[in-house]
């Protein structure tokens, strides 16, 4: 007998039963169909739009990243020139080839020196979006697709994710929901979820001698948020 | 690795006498603990969160082979390979065949306590690959040859000094002067030393904290990023994992993950927890062209339906080891084999045996610390004892103690008897011990008198006292 129906019938013979009968099956298939959110904590629940804005800003912060506040989004390229001069980094960006980046003007600083693409070992620094942000644990939600490589996410010394204040959410439920409803529009048949979905809370750590903890083990050692506060916030 | 868990005594006096370990193991009541119970003091659902996990595990275990083989499903739509194996052999060759596909030479990897089980770096250095161990701790323990000593924390048995040495030792290229002294430049050689092995693998090899049988998704959960780009960098990625990893849907695993990260390193969540789905997609810039899973068995099906089904919900927190005053006293090396402190005091015995791994489940002092901290409220002490049982149902504990547990079940099955027994014994003692109130030495009870005194029975016995108070009451 193979493995995969030796490990099967192990199972089954573990747990005195056959295989599950079409009425047996429902309970699982139902539970995967609906994919129910269990219990969610009341830390982020009763937050409006600004208040998980300002909870996913200082839970950020706790872990070591970064945020500055822009009120529009003409003011993000000369939050990123800033954060840059004032951490003594070179103007030279790796940016996502993200469309959504587009919307800012990066052209008002031509001190940037941007290039478009997927990261190479030696970047210092990257820009990428993001496809939300969880508040509850101040966790950036990032998707990989043909125009959000995943390396830049991770190779260089700096990462800076621009974040719109609507991608903020409570809990990690809400944009679990958010990415159903946009793989459902245009994924193939069958692929469900991006290639990679990272969760990412903080810069890189490690504690693994004598449990002191130092950022930037492997990925990088600086994470950078630009929040663009939209009407969303102010309005919620 | 060959286990030494039937040395554990041997071990463990071993272990007693290191003073560097006893120096390393020093860090954690700072470290772990008090971050965890900080961390759950935060989260006011954390306790039904915990019920939670269980019920879901439960629940996928009652249903394992429905939601592995939906898992199996999932991960061949999004382009993806499951292989199952039934033995840790079995997954060798697997992986095996996978990197001979590529012609692999460097194998990078990922933190994976399966990859230990199935001492799956020695294979590969047999067959002439070089598997690079790219976890901080890992790293370490994979230039010094030693096995982890900790789940999560694999060289927590170490200090500083001993991750220079062994550096220099190894990173001979690098100039004999630079400062290694502390621990921010170790953490910076090591990067940039496994940077240039991240981009020149050709496989990556990670291993599993959830599959997500609803998606035939992956996850891995880290700090350092290490698995990340194990993953995401070369040609192949290979994920191995044992089949109770299972969780249905992303829904589940979120709840899981709440627990997860607090109850290890009292992270409100870890840095980088990733969902892995398949292969990179036509004309995505990056991640790897294959992806393969690695189901493995080894033992864990028989555990089904068992007393030690309760185990599968493992969610490898290591809550229990850094809780636990036998793991504080002695690290994880002691126990003689990849899984350390009470939850491989359950689960050694299961993979390779009670007659090896007797030792462990009776290395507790049944505290129940480790149950109380237990995300997944895992009953390990229960399942210690059952592991006791069924050492003396087959006849494995020693003479002496079978001896004595035969004498001490006569008298207990004679309340009368035991109970004017130990009334004498207590007063016998106690004029024997000549007003001090403790004994130095006793014989039969070296063991015990070896380390400390042994307090002499003072007064009256509590069954005497209890009648002496029913009396007084009434």
Redesign the interface.
Known sequence: M???S???D???K???RG??GEAA?A???G??AS?????I???TTTLDAKGLGDLFVR?AE??QATVTRVAAPADVPGAVAEYLTSHNLPADLTMA?DPTLDVYPWDDRPLLRIRR???Q?LDQVSVTGAFAAIA????LMLI???DR???L???PDTHIVVLRADQVVGP??TA?QRLRAEQAGNA?????????????????????????I?L?????RRLHIVLVEGPDAKTA | MQPTSHAFKANVRDALDDNTLQRALGNMKTGFIGKRAAAVARLPEFEALRDQGRAIKNHTLENLDFYLETFERNVTNAGGHVHWARTAEEARQLILGICRTVDAKTVTKGKSMISEEIALNDFLEAEGLVPVETDLGEYIIQLRHEAPSHIIAPAIHLLKGQVEEVFRATHTDLPADRPLGEVHELTDEARSVLRKQFLQADVGITGANFLIAETGSTVIVTNEGNGDLTQTLPKIHIVLASLEKVVPTLEDATGILRLLARSATGQEFSTYTTFSTGPRRPGDPDGPGEFHVVLLDNGRTAMLGTEFQDMLRCIRCSACLNHCPVYQSVGGHAYGWVYPGPMGSVLTPSLIGVKEAGNLPNASTFCGKCESVCPMRIPLPKMMRHWREREYEQGLSPAPFRAGLKLWAFFAKRPKLYRFGAGLAARLLGRLSGGTGRFTKLPLAGGWTGGRDLPAPEGKSFMQQWQARRREAA
């Open positions: 193979d493995a995969r030796q490990i099967l192990s199972i089954r573990s747990l005195k295989p599950l099956a309970g699982p298939a539970r995967i994919h129910a959110p269990g219990l904590p009341a830390r839970m706790e872990v080839p693409g997927r990261a070992d509850e644990t101040g966790t990989s697709g043909n490589p995943t390396t996410n991770l190779m990690y439920e679990w193939q048949p069958g692929n469900t979820m991006p290639r990679t979905v990272n969760f990412i809370t903080g810069p890189s750590r490690t504690g693994d001698i004598e449990q002191r130092q930037g083990a492997h990925g990088p």
